[in-house]
């Protein structure tokens, strides 16, 4: 059943997962005048459960979606008080807002396979694909992931590219990137300028491409460019969470990473994740982040269609953990995912890189050398079970 983000606040034990971060009470100040809310708000009222009708189709909801966000937004950003506000906002923030209600941008080069860049059994379901979000001039970060974590054979990749300004780089990079992805066949660019705030777009864009191209895909993991992913372990413990009891139910909504929960937005205005409180007011839902998450195929493409009652949002982990309560599901933490490196108390041990899923944050030559030691130590190393923090009983 779909709720709104009040009803459910309202009534927590509405979420089906039994996870930790719980909800929190007041994430959404629902009455606010900040300008996200007042956007939310007006979509909200529409996917009340007491109007919504079970018997509306897929289709119907999203054009219903996609009509009154573009419907709310014209509204307020004409109201008189809301353009003085929208006048205050840092000139990054004004920029974002200016097409923050668009949401279908052309691709530019696409990947060669099916789903990704072609395994070696592209006859086969793909197991998990890596959805890793890049930059144009991040080729180094690409090549290492290609050569280490990301192997074609280990998984199936695509990465994630907007459009950096040409002005800025001097030099136009679409020549250099169609000739890398007819060397790899794994570049999904779109016409949309590459910032941090448009990171969100990534995932929106990245969510209707994944529901056209890989319907059999049973895992995402979507990722930065500067992480280390210890692949073999991953696809490991995605195998052991298969087999436990009822889990082609209790996975279908699966989510797992480092999560965060009862986050505020950031204040200071020095931070690149500022969110002045004239744009946003309220506690930030459960969301994962740090660098890398790993999904179901099924969430994904549910993520795809619920995206679309949502508003989008500048910070792109966030907006993912608003369809997340959109959906009452929540993110899974685990401690493996390593948003601020290893602790003291495992970094020094030779087996270390072999008891984590994901560390954050890595340059390419950290990647080919902790791609090595993995390998080197693997006989040794490879039974070693994932970190987890011992907590001690007061």
């Not at 039994?18 to 529409?46: G, K, M």
């Not at 080069?109 to 379901?125: F, L, N, S, V, Y």
């Not at 970060?141 to 990301?150: C, E, L, P, V």
């Not at 030559?365 to 040794?380: I, N």
Request: hydrophobic letters at 40%; a positive charge; glycine letters at 6%.
């Amino acid at each position: 059943q779909m709720c709104s983000f009040v009803e459910i606040l309202r009534n927590p034990e509405k979420a089906k997962n039994v996870i930790l971060p719980v909800i929190p009470a007041t994430f959404w100040e629902h009455h606010s005048s900040a300008f996200w809310n007042q956007l939310q708000r007006a979509v909200d009222y529409h996917f009340n459960p007491i109007l919504y009708s079970e018997s509306r189709n897929r289709s119907a909801i999203v054009h219903l979606g996609d009509s009154l966000l573009n419907k709310s937004f014209f509204e307020v950003t004409s109201m008189g008080h809301m353009k003085k506000k929208l006048e205050e906002l840092p000139p990054a923030m004004q920029k974002y807002v200016s097409h923050m209600q668009r949401r279908s941008y052309p691709v530019l080069i696409q990947p060669d396979g099916a789903c990704g860049a072609k395994a070696r059994r592209e006859d086969q379901t793909p197991f998990i694909l890596f959805a890793i979000k890049s930059s144009e001039l991040n080729i180094k970060n690409r090549q290492a992931i290609r050569q280490t974590w990301g192997q074609v054979g280990w998984v199936q990749g695509v990465f994630l590219l907007g459009k950096e300004d040409s002005h800025f780089l001097g030099a136009n990079m679409s020549h250099l990137l169609n000739a890398e992805n007819r060397r790899y066949g794994d570049i999904l660019q779109w016409d949309f300028e590459d910032t941090f705030f448009n990171l969100t777009l990534k995932d929106v864009l990245f969510w209707s491409w994944f529901s056209r191209n890989c319907g059999q895909t049973l895992f995402v993991f979507k990722g930065d460019d500067d992480v280390f992913v210890n692949t073999p372990k991953l696809i490991s413990y995605l195998h052991e969470e298969l087999k436990k009891p009822h889990a082609h139910a209790t996975m279908k909504e699966f989510m797992i990473g480092d999560v965060i929960g009862d986050a505020m937005p950031i204040r200071a205005k020095y931070s690149k994740y500022f969110v002045p409180d004239s744009f946003y007011k309220g506690i930030y839902p459960s969301y994962a982040g740090g660098g890398g998450v790993v999904y179901s195929g099924h969430l994904a493409r549910r993520l795809h269609h619920i995206s679309k009652t949502v508003h989008l949002y500048p910070i792109d982990d966030v907006f993912v953990g608003m369809c997340m309560l959109r959906l009452n599901a929540l993110p899974i933490h685990h401690p493996a995912f390593l948003t601020f490196d290893f602790p003291p108390t495992i970094k020094e041990d030779p087996c270390a890189d072999h008891t984590v899923l994901l560390v954050h944050k890595r340059g390419p030559e950290q990647l080919v050398e902790m791609w090595a030691e993995l390998k080197r130590t693997w006989t040794q190393c490879r039974d070693v079970p994932l970190w987890a923090p011992v907590i001690k009983k007061p």
